[in-house]
């Protein structure tokens, strides 16, 4: 984990699945219009779970 990254959805690849959503042990993705949105920043830390989950690697940390 690289100190002050967060997840960055990329939301023309993102498929609306919401494994990120789930995996991501903060609770800092949502589902918004159906689309993986990080909602809340603030709790990011950049640890990676949802880069790892994504099937279709629409997250990236940066
Ligand atoms: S895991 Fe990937 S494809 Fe699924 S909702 Fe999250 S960003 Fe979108």
């Known amino acids: 984990m690289a100190e ?3 997840a960055v959805v990329d ?3 993102c498929t609306g699945c919401g494994i990120c959503v789930d995996v991501c042990p903060h609770g800092a993705l949502e589902l918004v219009d159906g689309l993986a949105k990080l909602t809340k920043p603030e709790l990011c830390d950049g640890s990676g779970e949802c880069v790892e989950a994504c099937p279709v690697q ?3 940390l940066k």
């Open 11 to 13: 939301q023309g690849v």
């Open 4 to 6: 002050g990254q967060k």
């Open 58 to 60: 629409a997250i990236s």
